[in-house]
């Protein structure tokens, strides 16, 4: 029985070995890899934008806002409803990325 607790003890201590070895060589490479990196000094470090968006209609209507060209619920930013003669300017904020906004409307069913 002592022989197989001792065998058991050994089998285990060489296998947690080996796998702290190979964490060690994946984290020694990541470490070099963020020291290594290099920013420039003029990055734009922003990851949002602000952009106004003006809705105007001559009719009521409801208006979606969207960043993607397909009209998307996951890509909708904002949802509104335009009264007739009425400029209304919205700012929402998008992703930096993003230079197009889409927008889809629907008359306003009452």
Same mark, same amino acid.
Do not use: H, R
């Given at each position: ?9 050994? +089998? /285990?201590?060489?296998?947690? /070995?080996?796998?702290?070895? %190979? $964490?060690?060589?994946?984290? /020694? ?6 020291? &290594?990196?290099? @920013? ?10 602000? @952009?106004?968006?003006? %809705?105007?209609?001559? /009719?009521?209507? +409801?208006?979606? @806002?969207?960043?993607?060209? +397909?009209?998307?619920?996951? $890509?909708?930013?904002?949802? $509104? ?5 009425? &400029? ?16 889809? $409307? ?5």
């Amino acid at each position: 029985m002592k022989k197989v607790i001792l065998l058991s003890a050994l +089998a /285990a201590f060489f296998f947690s /070995a080996c796998e702290k070895n %190979l $964490y060690d060589a994946e984290q /020694a490479e990541a470490k070099k890899t963020i020291k &290594d990196l290099v @920013v420039p000094t003029d990055f734009d470090w922003e990851m949002a934008q602000t @952009v106004t968006v003006n %809705l105007t209609s001559t /009719a009521e209507v +409801a208006v979606d @806002v969207y960043t993607n060209s +397909a009209c998307t619920d996951a $890509y909708k930013i904002i949802s $509104y409803t335009v009264i007739p003669g009425v &400029d209304i300017p919205v700012e929402v904020s998008v992703p930096a990325g993003i230079s197009k906004l889409y927008v889809k $409307y629907d008359d306003v069913v009452e």
